[in-house]
């Protein structure tokens, strides 16, 4: 019996002394392969991503604060920060309740044609998104499919805010459903089968049941659309115009100040946007923080 208690204190013993004499464990060869790959990463990170940040706000203060402050008065820099705010605002809520609606089906439900379901909601990630504003120009354009159709009742949406909207509908609709549908998937479908079986309906099992599981994948993916909402420039230039004050958002309206030398106001309205991003980003890494994709 001594010798069997010997053995696991021998062998504890003996552990730390295997995983040093492991190859490649604490030699000078791995500690500058550590610190190369480190330096390389901070490098990349400097490069792509500290600098361009710095020379925006560089760039947007070379003047000083009272200029910096005063770009924002410009009444088509208002109606570009208005009509990002008020783009996001309708997009993001509508996709979100398609990302419910879709990602509720595919996880729950079986049935014909659910392939191609999926890969429809990936489309939008596949192809440029100038290629889906020419799609919405050869539609609703004055010499597309329903040009004639909406010029005779009066309603623009190819130059105008709805045409904008579905632009940017059509970018940012995967986000919410790619982030709902495997987590739903991995959930299953054990707790909404004993809600329904104790007699909740579907709506009271949705609120009471999925929705509080759901809610932390619901809220990254609704984090991602709407930084993409508010960033987006190809689609939405196609389809916009570039009417200054009417159809320019934060990003076509920074090209317009950039084009025309204004550098201070097309900078301060890119810090702007940079500002919105950095927030964003700080709410997606506390939701990230939660783990909700272990729950």
């Known amino acids: 019996m001594a010798a069997a208690a010997l053995r696991p204190a021998a062998a504890s013993a003996a552990l730390p002394a295997d995983t040093a004499a492991r190859p490649g464990h604490n030699t000078w060869m791995s500690a500058v392969v550590r610190w190369l790959f480190i330096g390389v990463s901070l490098a990349f990170l400097a490069a792509l991503l500290i ?15 009272e200029v910096y402050l005063t770009s924002f008065a410009d009444p ?12 996001a605002a309708v997009v993001v809520p509508l996709n979100t309740v398609f ?45 597309g499919w329903f040009g004639a159709w909406l010029l005779e009742h009066d309603i623009s949406v190819i130059f105008a805010l709805p045409g904008i909207m579905l632009a940017t509908m059509f970018v940012t609709f995967p986000y919410v459903a790619r982030e709902l549908i495997p987590l739903m998937q991995q959930l299953g479908n054990d707790e909404e089968e004993a809600a329904i079986t104790l007699g909740a309906g579907g709506w009271m099992t949705f609120f009471r049941v999925t929705l509080p599981r759901i809610r932390w994948g619901l809220l990254y993916g609704l984090i991602l659309c709407n930084a993409r909402a508010m960033g987006e420039f190809g689609a939405v230039s196609v389809v916009s115009g570039h009417i200054r004050g009417l159809t320019n958002t934060m990003p076509l309206h920074i090209e317009i100040l950039y ?29 990230e923080r939660t783990g909700y994709r272990g729950r």
């Open 76 to 87: 088509d820099t208002l109606a570009a920060i208005r009509l990002t705010l008020v783009n």
């Open 99 to 143: 990302g419910l609606a879709a990602a509720w089906a595919i996880a729950k439900f079986e049935f014909r044609g659910k392939s191609v379901l999926i890969t429809l909601i990936d489309l939008p990630l596949a192809i440029s998104p100038v290629i889906a504003g020419m799609v919405f120009v050869l539609l609703f354009g004055l010499h």
């Open 259 to 287: 084009n025309e030398y204004n550098f201070v106001g097309a900078f301060a309205v890119a810090s702007l946007l940079t500002l919105l991003a950095g927030l964003t980003l700080v709410v997606k890494t506390l939701v």
């Open 51 to 65: 600098a361009p940040v710095a020379t925006v706000f560089a760039m947007a203060l070379a003047r000083g604060l």
